[in-house]
């Protein structure tokens, strides 16, 4: 009588759990999507969207412009027109500004989704904001579907403080593609821990076309099944190849200028460089890339998101002491699926990194969020003092 009343309890805190997670999703959508934060880069996916059906670079100018115009309070617009030299040239000269239209373009399942919206109607600023805000949150809804079976009910409560901790509401409050990003992130985890492999692979696939760093991610995860995954072993392989293809696909169809064009813009003229076209033969040297390199190391040290990021994973590792699971052989801890995705985050951060010195938690919100999940799970297995279930 008392495990059945036990199991009933276990039922009601799941469903209350499941409740309170779709509440809080709504709440933090209808936050997020009216008290939007409206960045520059939300005029460059406008016109992104605007370039599928017109090219004419005079043509992407005026409509961006005279649209932000519309939307926009007096206040934000000369914000984000006047009061920077990168913003004057931009919102006056049209070839400076269709030439940056490839750094975003480049996002291309979401830039398309904004298309779409305003294909029925509404605005593209408007129609940019409520997909961001849209991502982001049903992202929560998607990592508890992936962990409600590994957390106990109880520790959902604490969940959206991880949304905030690690800067998740500002992403779903800019237009940015990394809202979707989260999103996906969530939806691999999910099929990874279900063992979908068929929609694990087809998401790894379209990954490049969410932002085409995810590369990253996809060979992180390929390279981890192919070594120790035999049964999916070509499978995987026929993914990394699919993913490089569309990768390739993606760069060429959208005009993108290369990672020394993004390294050069970003880290070297501090986003000062309005024609792409010009310093995109410049390439990268030695002294420019370590100097970005060792400028921002310090982040690692003193970034708050980042600082909570390396915390949960080392209370990670301290219950992976406490249960002892570190004395089993290698073998059996990388069959250990949130020990795998640990590590694929640790090493997508270091990598990214490493790729492009900045540790702007908006680039890893995915991960951020998943190391802090993956140690609530590691928190309830402690206490309940029950095995991680292990990947087939």
């Known amino acids: 009588m008392k495990n059945n009343h036990s199991v009933y309890n276990s039922l009601i805190a799941s469903k209350v759990a499941h409740i309170y997670i779709v509440i809080v999703s709504i709440c933090l959508f209808a936050y997020t999507f009216y008290t939007p934060i409206q960045n520059w880069d939300m005029l460059g996916y406008a016109a992104s969207a605007v370039s599928y059906e017109n090219t004419d670079t005079d043509y992407i100018h005026r409509t961006v412009y005279d649209q932000f115009k519309q939307y926009a309070s007096e206040e934000k617009y000369l914000e984000l027109t006047e009061n920077h030299t990168y913003r004057k040239v931009m919102s006056s000269d049209p070839e400076a500004f269709s030439q940056q239209i490839p750094f975003y373009k480049i996002r291309i399942l979401f830039t398309l989704l904004i298309l779409g919206l305003v294909k029925i109607g509404i605005n593209v600023f408007t129609a940019s904001h409520l997909i961001t805000a849209a991502f982001s949150c049903s992202g929560i809804l998607v990592f508890y579907y992936a962990f409600r079976r590994y957390i106990h009910p109880y520790f959902w409560s604490v969940v959206p403080i991880f949304f905030i901790l690690f800067g998740a509401h500002d ?14 992130v969530g939806l691999i985890c999910y099929s990874f821990l279900e063992q979908r492999w068929l929609a694990f692979f087809t998401l790894l696939i379209l990954s490049v076309l969410v932002r085409t760093d995810m590369i ?56 000062m460089a309005t024609h792409p076209e010009v310093y995109s033969t410049y390439g990268i040297n030695i002294t420019q890339y370590f100097t970005a390199l060792f400028s921002n190391l310090s982040l690692f040290f003193y970034d708050i998101p980042t600082l909570f990021f390396e915390a949960f994973v080392s209370l990670q590792l301290i219950i992976l002491l406490l249960t002892k699971k570190v004395n089993q052989t290698y073998k059996s801890l990388l069959n250990l699926p949130m020990f795998i995705l640990t590590l694929i985050s640790i090493a997508y951060v270091f990598s990214h990194y490493l790729l492009f010195p900045l540790l702007d938690s908006r680039f890893f919100v995915g991960q951020y969020f998943l190391t802090g999940l993956i140690l609530l799970t590691a928190i309830s297995q402690l206490i309940e003092k029950n095995k991680l279930v292990p990947t087939k």
């Not at 992403?171 to 996906?184: C, I, P």
């Not at 390279?223 to 392989?237: G, M, Q, T």
Request: proline share 0%.
């Open 171 to 184: 992403v779903a409050r800019m237009v940015t593609a990394d809202s979707l990003a989260f999103l996906w």
């Open 216 to 271: 990253i991610l996809v060979t992180l995860f390929l390279f981890y099944l192919f070594v120790f995954k035999k049964n999916i072993r070509i499978a995987s392989l026929i993914t990394l190849l699919l993913s490089v293809g569309a990768f390739i696909f993606v760069n060429k169809y959208t005009g993108n200028y290369g990672w020394s064009t993004v390294f050069y813009y970003a880290l070297v003229s501090d986003m």
